[in-house]
């Protein structure tokens, strides 16, 4: 079956859905930031409520996506959104730090990060980084311009093996090193540093779960499929993560965690020796693989849709007439991400991005109340609790945005003045190309 407004196939099932849910979340920072959040509380217990929560906070935005998913079963997921609620401009400004930021800054500094783990992994030179990080995302660009199928099927793989990765660390925790060790006991020393300075590195572990409204279009029966892929996809991420932090705390303690830089390679080390720093490396590697794979497929569906609103290239919006994938959108938005590996820019880049993702997050729920007072129309999923959970999640992410600013305000500032540089930019657009953007396909009367 062909989606009319963009011309895609609804190929994705279920299980397609929740594994593109599941990839787009888990990437690095489980396996990193574990420590960094340890180290700004003051137990076992403290830590693993932290992470819980932040995944049950993470689970009402999913769940408020998952309603604008099923009103809006079509491409471009926050771009959609934004654009019907607020406006063009908004809708061009989420693509536009979505292109320059958000998706391939954080693109290039996971290439990154797979390349760091390649190298250990096979013990090649420093040297090696570079071209092994734009290799791969030369090789998940490249499987994804021929067909979703084949590129489902390949994003299926990294899913589960990077759940594979964490089946192993978990296991090897609590089974083989975690004799009496006290998991959830206080560390006397330490007094934490407060709420928002530990929930910060939880909460950039969960970013990511919008990736899937961005494909809709390609979602089997999104009606049913999108609320249940997302709410499935978000439990085994909050499962995997509790689950994780527990053999961390299992092996290393509360205090040894707050110690390590990587404990994900120091559980597997003492468990283990090098061969398993060695598979927990390859696990990384794999996961940062498939974060990167999903983070361009998503992507290019924003371009593509933009393309054909007339707020950005024409060309973008083209579908390759086989394959119903945006090739040119996919190769503009990899290319960039490229650029910027290159350029040694995207750890900066990434602070950037983080900011820009979670406010993206909050305007993108906070949409829903537009939503639910102009379009009458029937919908099959509605977010449970409604307007207090919606509230809440914006509330709770308006306050990280907020403290964000206050601790490094200068990273925010330049992630507000790249969207801010869009405003111009957006009218020089409207004024070329007045005609092309002055009706976007799709959008709602107002």
């Not at 401009?89 to 320059?100: R, S, Y």
């Not at 499987?143 to 299926?156: D, E, S």
């Not at 120091?266 to 996961?287: E, N």
Request: some cysteine; overall charge positive; proline content about 4%.
């Amino acid at each position: 079956m062909i989606d009319t407004p963009s011309g895609y196939v609804r190929r994705l099932r279920l299980r397609d859905a929740a594994l593109i849910v599941v990839g787009g979340i888990i990437g690095g920072g489980i396996f990193r930031n574990s420590g960094i959040a340890a180290e700004r509380t003051e137990s076992g217990l403290a830590l693993l409520a932290m992470w819980v929560g932040a995944g049950i906070l993470t689970l009402i935005g999913a769940l408020c996506y998952a309603e604008l998913g099923a009103r809006r079963p079509r491409a471009g997921g926050s771009y959609v959104y934004l654009r019907e609620a607020f406006g063009p401009l908004a809708g061009f400004l989420f693509g536009w730090i979505m292109l320059l930021v958000i998706y391939s800054g954080s693109t290039a500094a996971v290439a990154t990060i797979f390349a760091g783990y390649a190298c250990a992994l096979f013990d090649l030179p420093a040297s090696m980084g570079l071209p092994l990080a734009v290799g791969a995302l030369v090789f998940v660009s490249g499987i994804n311009l021929f067909g979703l199928k084949l590129g489902a099927q390949v994003q299926n793989t990294f899913a589960l093996l990077k759940l594979l990765a964490v089946a192993v660390l978990v296991v090897c925790g609590l089974f083989l090193a975690g004799a009496g060790s006290p998991v959830l006991a206080a560390d006397p020393a330490r007094e934490g540093v407060g709420f928002m300075g530990a929930a910060l590195p939880v909460l950039f572990a969960y970013s990511g779960f919008t990736y899937l409204n961005n494909l809709a279009g390609e979602v089997a029966e999104p009606q049913r499929t999108l609320p249940r892929a997302l709410t499935l996809g978000m439990l085994i991420v909050i499962a995997a993560y509790a689950l994780v932090n527990v053999a961390y705390l299992a092996v290393l303690g509360h205090d040894g965690l707050a110690a390590s830089t990587a404990p994900a390679a120091d559980v597997m080390q003492r468990v283990a020796g090098t061969a398993g720093a060695k598979v927990i490396a390859l696990g990384i590697a794999i996961s940062t693989l498939g974060f990167c794979n999903i983070t361009l497929v998503a992507g290019a569906r924003v371009l593509q849709v933009m393309g054909e609103d007339g707020l950005f290239f024409r060309t973008v919006a083209r579908l390759h007439p086989r394959h119903r994938t945006p090739n040119i959108a996919l190769v503009l938005l990899s290319g960039w991400s490229i650029v910027l590996v290159l350029s040694g820019s995207y750890g900066q880049l990434l602070d950037y991005a983080t900011f820009g993702d979670w406010l993206a997050c909050a305007v993108g729920v906070a949409t829903l109340f537009w939503y639910r007072r102009r379009d009458a129309g029937t919908v099959d999923f509605k977010v449970p609790g409604y307007p207090l959970l919606p509230l809440v999640f914006v509330g709770v992410i308006g306050w990280v945005v907020v403290e964000t600013m206050l601790s490094n305000p200068r990273n925010a500032g330049i992630g507000l003045l790249i969207m801010l540089a869009g405003v111009p930019v957006y009218f020089v657009w409207r004024r070329l190309f007045s005609r092309d953007a002055a009706s976007p396909r799709g959008s709602m009367p107002q």
